[in-house]
């Protein structure tokens, strides 16, 4: 009988003793080592990899931001404020229904098949408004010249990247309700894209944020 009871406390010792060790490993000291290298090697990357302007943290590089002009009533959607480059559609967002203390956008994709009728219906409406909204006096915009990142969202609804295709298709009317040079809003757009990661990796790109936030500067 005191062979069994000393033999349970023991056992209970050791697991509490392995388990003070666990927690003071991997609860405290391997957080904290992870932390201070990813601080000191990539802090930018560490910390979110915010975007900065004038001093404070406008966004994020890996998160898309929606440009649109104040709701108006009796609009369920507002419009786009097309002074500014427009990012990919985001129909797979959703909205917070279960933690309502918090006003929350949810990312997903819209998991529409692509013979779908609503997954269609969207698309023809987003191209017929990219073809809209870009058509400036004497450049009209054709139907194919639309890429596809113009009318479908990605799979989170909030990649903060778009095609270089579709940024130059938005130059001409950025610059005319701007009043900038068309050629100088198409230089801003090829200084902000960035290429293939490793040369070889994924496709040429550029960052709405980054290059709005230039579009401000230019446009002062």
């Known amino acids: 009988m005191n062979n069994s009871v000393a033999n349970t406390a023991r056992l209970l010792w050791a697991g509490l003793r392995a388990l003070l060790v666990l927690t003071v490993v991997c609860g405290v ?4 080592a992870v932390t ?28 898309g931001q929606r440009y649109d002009l104040p709701l108006k009533k009796g609009q369920e959607t507002a419009a786009p404020d097309l002074k500014w480059f ?27 098949s692509g013979d779908n009728k609503e997954l269609i219906d969207w698309v ?3 191209k017929a408004a990219v073809v809209k909204d870009n058509s400036v006096p004497g450049h009209p915009v054709s139907p194919s010249d639309v890429p596809a990142d113009a009318v479908t969202s990605s799979g989170s609804g909030l990649d903060p990247a778009i095609s270089p295709a579709y940024a130059q298709l938005q130059v001409r009317r950025v610059a005319e309700r701007n009043h900038l040079p ?3 809003v198409e230089k ?6 960035d290429g293939r990661i490793l040369g070889f990796v994924g496709e040429p790109r550029v960052n709405v944020l980054q290059l709005n936030i230039a579009l401000k500067q230019l446009a002062k």
């Open 29 to 32: 000291l391997y957080p904290l």
């Open 182 to 184: 068309v050629d100088r």
């Open 124 to 126: 023809k409406a987003a």
């Open 36 to 63: 201070g290298v990813a601080q000191g090697i990539f802090p930018d990357k560490a910390n979110g990899s915010e975007i900065t302007e004038n001093g404070k943290v406008v966004g994020s590089e890996l998160i």
């Open 188 to 193: 801003l757009v090829e200084q902000h894209t």
């Open 86 to 112: 427009q990012p990919r559609p985001s129909n797979g967002l959703g909205t917070n229904s279960v933690n309502t203390q918090y006003k929350l956008i949810l990312s997903g994709a819209t998991n529409r």
